[in-house]
């Protein structure tokens, strides 16, 4: 895309170049009341969604209400112990004489089909209704081919439940109108799921078959199935199963459960509660995803103080749902909650997804989740979280090519965010694209399938979406106006001019802008950018572009530091650049001082100093042909990587107050080594052939030539190795809070640039994929559009 240039447009010479006053008066009128008025937008958005952190709302669902509704009366057998629970299947049947969620923007004719059968089951328990169960029998009839579809997405237990529901309908005279061959292809396929669960005889496959009670029929085991009540006297927190077993016994428990329910929904009831929790978790995991968590941080904190709170207390909310915990475990433990994997990796078994027990879209959905968590390693004694990590891979990789064309959409949703997290590692990933991502492939409508679909307005809501449309086509309207602005200051410190240095103002600035993004952080921005286009000329200028005498000059000078330019530069090129050096530190000292209140140019200086010296023994070391020892080389690689003068500076423009005993801390330095090192591992990795060519040494052939590794391959794969354990190191380090004197904020800057640097070299020695170049198209300068 173009970018504006005061040539761009031939302006009349009959034209005023200055419009008149009340044009310009009505211009300005214009542009506020625009702005006043996106603003408006979005400040009413952020209210509407700040409601939703306070009540957690539920669809209700026809299948669930129909069992609770087939429970008889403890007192009378022959009478429903919830009768309004009949009265709202009577009520609410739709159009088309089928039961479910009504409005959807596409049918789940699996789903829909055992939601009808159920409460046609029980309405004809009661003998009421007759009506209505013609017209639902007429739907089954019509759509009963759908059962056998493999490529309709199946409710959890489908292929036991709706044939158990079959067998109960015939135990109660209902004539079905279905083929008979077509019905014992069903009832076979009953058949083969129970004695593939039951030859397994695992913890797994147990519980499995008791959370389907209801189709099981009087197959079931009612004593082994009453050891799965919880706390609250349900069975799973599943309506259905709970009236499954109240149907064969009485249980106070479950009684009480149902009654509560009742109470709190009127006469419907939905497929899954209490999930309060989950619910919570989901809304900070999509405002987080899609980069308007910002706008949400007490409401966050609040939400995640009380899940570390139940994580503690080992609440069966979280740890009875594998769902539930994995992203329980992922969000609390990268917003910095001290939380241990070994909760989460105790009730993920692998064998339960490598067998696939039910072979539905939860399986897939919680595998995605397990593997996401595993990703957040930062300990070197989770083995057990990497084993998680690499199941999880395989089990993923295996269901996304398997995965059919003819999907629906709802398999079509989980699978697009299976084929991006496999495709996208989250330390390899920069914010702003992944926001931007989600946001295109957000569904607003998107549902949640168990033994049937619900949907709920925290889990799943337009309002997100607007919102986060607006923000980042805000954010982005300023980033354009910055880079501009970085444009111009490359012409006016003339680095334009320097023939020998690679010219990549967007690219600078595109790192900054997709991590930091947030309208209030130009500053910040703006010094990293800055600082990213000077590195990239003083390594050129050490690289190709300066003789010894030049560098050394050049290091003279900002040891000096208030010098006359024009007669203490031995050359043009030596002035141009230490005068845009000059500039920017003092600029960034400015603004730094209006924030922290002491002076900080001189370490801004200093951390530059230390970059030019290392940059200068590497030049001294190609001129005398001088091999170091590998960790010589990497003692001084990290720093001439030239992160440093990037990172370090922008820390004082992010917001929180550093004092000069929190800079002088150790921390700061292990945080800027363990990024560096990150960075300067993976530049290596992709520059040794070309380097090699030209007759320079990097960490890939010091490793060959110091260690015991022969080839290339060995040696790649070590640093790999190595650039990990750093990478979880400086994440830990992130995330710790225990003796930790920097602030968060400040520390996110080293995980940020840690994932920019995985990110510029997944494939090329930076600057050079065409991916990056159309991820910075996205993320500065196309506005996000939705239908």
Same mark, same amino acid.
């Given at each position: =895309?173009?970018?504006?240039?005061?040539?761009?447009?031939?302006?009349?010479?009959?034209?005023?170049?200055?419009?008149?006053?009340?044009?310009?008066?009505?211009?300005?009128? *214009?542009?506020?009341?625009?702005?006043?008025?996106?603003?408006?937008?979005?400040e009413e958005s952020k209210e509407r969604i700040r409601r939703l952190f306070r009540k957690v709302e539920l669809s209700v669902s026809a299948y669930d209400t129909a069992w609770v509704a087939m429970v008889p009366s403890p007192h009378y057998s022959h009478a429903p112990c919830f009768s309004g629970c009949v009265d709202w299947i009577l009520e609410n049947q739709l159009k088309d004489g089928s039961w479910g969620l009504p409005q959807q923007s596409v049918r789940l004719l699996k789903d829909d089909l055992s939601s009808t059968l159920a409460c046609v089951l029980a309405l004809k328990r009661w003998d009421v209704g007759e009506e209505h169960i013609n017209k639902g029998l007429r739907f089954l009839k019509s759509n009963f081919a759908s059962v056998t579809d493999n490529n309709?997405?199946?409710?959890?237990?489908?292929?036991?439940?709706?044939?158990? =529901?079959?067998?109960?309908?015939?135990? /109660?005279? /209902?004539?079905?109108?279905?083929?008979?061959?077509?019905?014992?292809?069903?009832?076979?396929?009953?058949?083969?799921?129970?004695?593939?669960?039951?030859?397994?005889?695992?913890?797994?496959?147990?519980?499995?078959?008791?959370?389907?009670?209801?189709? =099981?029929?009087? /197959?079931?085991?009612?004593? =082994?199935?009453?050891?799965?009540?919880? *706390?609250?006297?349900?069975?799973?927190?599943?309506?259905?199963?709970?009236?499954?077993?109240l149907n064969h016994i009485q249980n106070t428990g479950c009684l009480n459960y149902l009654s509560h329910l009742l109470e709190k929904f009127g006469n419907a009831v939905p497929t899954v509660y209490p999930i309060d929790i989950y619910a919570h978790l989901c809304m900070v995991d999509t405002l987080e995803r899609l980069g308007?968590?910002?706008h949400f941080k007490q409401e966050i904190r609040s939400v995640l103080d009380e899940a570390y709170s139940c994580w503690l207390q080992d609440d069966e909310e979280i740890f009875m749902d594998v769902d539930t915990c994995a992203l329980a475990f992922r969000i609390l433990r990268m917003n910095g909650y001290n939380v241990l994997s070994d909760k989460l990796t105790r009730i993920a078994k692998e064998e339960c997804y490598l067998n696939s027990l039910g072979e539905n879209l939860k399986d897939t959905n919680e595998a995605l989740q397990l593997y996401r968590a595993s990703e957040a390693i930062i300990y070197s004694n989770e083995s057990a979280l990497e084993k998680q990590n690499s199941w999880s891979n395989r089990f993923l990789e295996h269901k996304l090519s398997n995965g059919s064309v003819h999907l629906d959409r709802c398999a079509r949703i989980i699978f697009q965010e299976v084929h991006d997290a496999l495709k996208f590692p989250f330390h390899s990933n920069l914010e702003r694209m992944v926001n931007r991502r989600n946001i295109e492939q957000y569904e607003a409508d998107s549902i949640k399938i168990l033994k049937t679909s619900y949907s709920s307005p925290n889990i799943s809501n337009a309002e997100y979406v607007r919102l986060a449309v607006e923000d980042f086509n805000v954010c982005q309207s300023i980033q354009q106006k910055e880079l501009k602005l970085l444009e111009s200051w490359v012409i006016e410190s003339s680095l334009d001019k320097l023939k020998f240095a690679r010219q990549k103002t967007a690219y600078c600035y595109f790192s900054a802008a997709a991590t930091l993004f947030s309208p209030e952080l130009s500053d910040a921005r703006m010094a990293w950018a800055k600082n990213g286009i000077l590195t990239t000329v003083v390594d050129d200028f050490f690289d190709v572009g300066g003789s010894i005498e030049e560098l050394l000059n050049l290091i003279q000078l900002v040891e000096k530091w208030d010098v006359n330019e024009e007669t203490e530069c031995c050359s043009e090129h030596v002035r141009i650049i230490f005068s845009a050096l000059h500039h920017t530190i003092c600029e960034i000292g400015e603004s730094a001082f209006k924030r922290q209140a002491w002076h900080v140019t001189t370490h801004i200086i200093e951390i530059w100093l230390e970059l030019l010296n290392s940059m200068l023994k590497e030049a001294e070391w190609t001129r005398d042909s001088y091999v170091p020892k590998l960790d010589e080389y990497m003692s001084n690689g990290f720093i001439s990587f030239a992160l440093g003068p990037i990172v370090l500076p922008t820390v004082y423009l992010i917001g929180p107050e550093l004092s000069e005993n929190v800079v002088q801390n150790g921390e700061l330095r292990s945080l800027f080594k363990l990024m560096s090192t990150c960075g300067r591992l993976l530049n290596d990795i992709q520059s040794f052939k070309r380097e090699s060519k030209e007759g320079k040494l990097n960490a890939v052939s010091l490793y060959m030539i110091h260690t015991d590794a022969t080839t290339e391959e060995d040696a790649i794969n070590e640093i790999k190795c190595a650039i990990e354990i750093n990478r979880r190191e400086l994440l830990q380090l992130v995330l710790q809070e225990k003796d930790s004197v920097v602030p968060r904020a400040c520390k996110d800057l080293f995980w940020k640039m840690c994932r920019v640097v995985h990110q510029f070299y997944i494939k090329d020695d930076g600057f050079t994929s065409e991916d990056m170049f159309g991820a910075v198209k996205d993320i500065l300068y196309k506005p996000i559009t939705r239908v």
């Open positions: =895309m173009s970018v504006f240039h005061p040539n761009s447009y031939i302006l009349s010479r009959h034209k005023p170049l200055v419009p008149s006053c009340s044009a310009s008066l009505e211009s300005g009128f *214009k542009r506020s009341a625009r702005v006043n008025s996106d603003v408006l937008v979005i309709q997405s199946s409710p959890i237990g489908f292929d036991i439940i709706f044939p158990g =529901m079959l067998e109960y309908a015939n135990d /109660l005279g /209902l004539k079905l109108p279905v083929e008979q061959t077509l019905l014992n292809t069903v009832l076979n396929k009953k058949a083969q799921e129970i004695k593939r669960c039951s030859e397994r005889n695992s913890p797994e496959s147990e519980a499995y078959l008791a959370y389907l009670s209801e189709g =099981m029929g009087n /197959l079931q085991n009612w004593d =082994m199935v009453i050891k799965y009540q919880r *706390k609250n006297g349900s069975l799973f927190n599943s309506p259905s199963t709970t009236a499954a077993y308007i968590d910002r």
